[in-house]
């Protein structure tokens, strides 16, 4: 009994100095953005200098753990607010294991069902954890505190009527995939999951021109971007979600030509893992 | 134990193997079955599949599905579709599987009502930790593989320590250990070693049914019994007597890789170990390590063909810290259901272990260290086993 107090009270004093610890690493007061490192598919971390939590997309595995794992202190169990782009399995599988580990505290997406059998468990299961669920659309805006607003550009709800009539996503044209963008004062980043050139179009006139980071849609898809879009958005700097060797081709080099010359630096899950980008709503910087 | 004893249970052993062997069917690929069973133990998943084994007429099939139906550990399932064989397997991809909920027997009823407690006992790990200290964490106390991200247990095989998180023979005995303990506190010796039976029993359906564990807890059962009933332990005994009953219960155990090295490294344990004590340099759950990798090594080339170099001393760096984290973790699950916050307060007291148990697997699992041997001959394996026979012989004698 005696040895037991004794162990307890040395790896109470242990606890206690990595709970100062991280509580300074991880609450800097800055906002951080996580592109995470989960292979061929798309999960997005987003942590508020208030220490609010945003999840976008799961990624194709439970990876995604060990990202959240990696970013957030080991306290820190739930998201208050977790995104799905759209509902493909590159982007919503690891969702699972994330309901499994943290408590989510609401569940956002486009209105667009997918009939596998994959979508219709996880839907279940956010139903089973009474999790609210909310579709959005264009110019929808979550407004959160410490002067951050992360906006809903698109798709807007006659694209999604016009392009899935059905209201069920298909595998190619008729892909729409949320798309929103997040202001941090001089800062700001667009997140496109896999949306293709005509969705981004739409979506430019809901965005401020000269923005700080971009996120390439769909993994690097020639059919994701365009030169003009790029010389509207105007990005600092260009963040791929990409898996090693993937079967697609991804990203193509059409894109990374395109970012070449147009002097964008890039940044690849699949070159340098996690990719973090810290910003204190005045200038940003990578870290890796 | 008694010779002719010895010869009569082997006599009836073989009689079991001939006529299992010889009843045994043959599946033709693309041959239509349908059949139902009761999953033993917990699926496995990878990317969007999910693989388990199911007994089919005292045949293993291993079924693939998709990751997105429903199955546990005590589902109770009808699987039909074809069959199709994989050099000695038998395999079946994406059959139809149906869960059956109604008409279950006491047994079945009884692991299902067990499962969902132990997801229920598991689930405070997962909620309050982060990954992968909570999986690490479920392996240990659990022998919970199935949430260990796959860089994570990468790195645990590559630094050669990837047995601590398969419940095994140390888990039993911690737990018969820490249950009788306590309750020698509070009630005589002998009510105290029933718990621990029951403990034993317990934790092994909570664990989930493999062979090692089995095993561990059979010997754990008998050791502890033993006692009860005044006699002096014979591990040995034990341990051919455990393996006994496991084969003539289910002879393809014989074929199983986890019961190969389960019975192997307690033999190694329990022969080789005190020969290595006799000069007591190192400690003594390094030479336990030592003592299980002379007595398994060569099936585990034969098998996997790799060995980490490393192992030795990643094992002598992390292993202390096992038995502190199952007692902190496994009080913490059990008083987790009671009042959470004191069960969450104790699992995280386990967090500084687990930080220091990951640093060091990472570590040596970046840098290597496996030796890899494309084919290893069995000829080498069995002249290997005779070679430790003579020299345990010879030390015997000298003693």
């Known amino acids: 009994m005696k040895k037991f107090f004794l162990t307890a009270t040395v790896l109470l004093f242990l606890l206690g100095c990595i709970l100062v610890y991280q509580n300074i690493a991880y609450n800097d007061k800055k906002l951080h953005i996580i592109i995470c490192d989960v292979g061929q598919g798309d999960a997005i971390l987003i942590r508020t200098p208030q220490g609010s939590d945003i999840l976008i997309d799961g990624g194709p595995d439970d990876s995604v753990l060990n990202c959240l794992g990696k970013h957030l202190p080991f306290w820190d169990k739930d998201l208050e607010l977790v995104m799905l782009s759209h509902p493909h399995a590159d982007h919503f599988t690891g969702l699972f294991s994330v309901l499994r580990n943290y408590e989510i505290r609401s569940f956002v997406s486009e209105d667009l069902i997918n009939k596998t059998a994959g979508f219709n468990a996880l839907i279940d299961r956010i139903k089973t954890q009474k999790i609210p669920i909310r579709f959005v659309f264009a110019e929808d805006r979550f407004i959160l505190k410490g002067n951050i607003v992360l906006k809903i550009v698109g798709p807007t709800q006659e694209f999604v009527h016009q392009t899935s009539p059905g209201g069920a996503i298909g595998e190619s044209n008729e892909l729409g995939s949320l798309e929103s963008f997040l202001v941090y004062e001089n800062f700001s980043m667009l997140f496109t999951g896999d949306s293709q050139v005509l969705e981004l179009q739409e979506a430019l006139e809901f965005i401020d021109a000269n923005i700080s980071v971009f996120q390439v849609p769909h993994h690097g898809s020639k059919f994701g971007l365009t030169s003009e879009i790029l010389d509207i958005l105007n990005p600092k700097m260009a963040v791929i979600s990409v898996g090693k060797n993937n079967k697609y081709g991804h990203p193509t080099t059409f894109i990374l030509d395109l970012l070449k010359s147009k002097n964008i630096k890039i940044f690849r899950t699949d070159e340098v893992g996690d990719i973090e980008i810290v910003s204190d709503g005045k200038s940003f910087f990578v870290r890796n | ?399």
């Open chain 2, 1 to 399: 134990m008694n010779f002719r004893m010895f010869l009569v249970l082997f006599v009836i052993l073989g009689f079991r193997f001939y006529f299992f062997y010889s009843n045994q069917p043959n599946f033709a690929s693309g041959q239509e079955i349908s059949f139902e069973t009761t999953i033993l133990s917990q699926p496995q998943i990878i990317g969007s599949q999910q693989s388990f084994t199911a007994n089919y007429e005292a045949r293993k099939i291993k079924i693939i599905t998709s990751r997105f139906l429903e199955i546990n550990y005590g589902s109770y399932l009808r699987i039909s579709g074809k069959i199709s064989n994989q050099s000695d397997r038998v395999l079946m991809y994406f059959p139809k599987v149906e869960s059956i909920n109604g008409s279950l027997n006491f047994f079945q009823l009884g692991l299902q009502k067990m499962v969902k407690f132990a997801q229920k006992l598991t689930s405070l790990f997962s909620e309050t930790l982060p990954s992968p200290s909570s999986s690490l964490l479920l392996g240990i106390i659990f022998g919970i593989k199935e949430q260990m991200p796959k860089d994570f247990s990468d790195n645990l095989k590559a630094s050669g320590v990837f047995h601590v998180i398969a419940a095994s023979g140390m888990n039993v005995a911690l737990v018969g250990g820490f249950i009788s303990t306590f309750f020698t506190f509070f009630f005589k010796r002998q009510i105290a070693i029933f718990f621990s039976i029951l403990g034993i029993i317990f934790y092994a359906i909570l664990a989930g049914l493999e062979p090692s564990i089995i095993r561990a807890s059979i010997m754990g059962v008998l050791v502890f019994s033993a006692q009860i009933l005044g006699r002096q332990t014979l591990a040995v005994n034990c341990l051919f007597l455990a393996g006994f009953g496991m084969l003539l219960a289910d002879p393809s155990l014989i074929s199983d890789i986890g019961f190969q090295l389960s019975f192997l490294s307690t033999l190694g344990i329990l022969y080789v170990k005190p020969i290595l004590e006799k000069k007591p340099i190192i400690s003594s759950e390094i030479l336990t390590t030592i003592a299980a990798q002379i007595a398994t090594l060569p099936v585990l080339l034969v098998n996997f063909g790799t060995y980490s170099l490393f192992s030795i001393l990643v094992n002598g760096l992390v292993l202390w810290t096992v038995p502190i984290l199952m007692m902190f973790g496994g009080a913490g699950a059990i008083l987790g259901l009671i009042f959470m916050p004191l069960g969450q307060l104790l699992v995280y007291l386990c967090y500084p272990l687990l930080l220091y148990f990951e640093a060091v697997v990472n570590f040596f699992g970046k840098i290597g260290g496996i030796i890899s041997i494309k084919t290893f001959p069995w000829q080498f394996a069995a002249g290997y086993y005779c070679l430790l026979v003579c020299v345990l012989l010879i030390f015997k004698k000298e003693k």
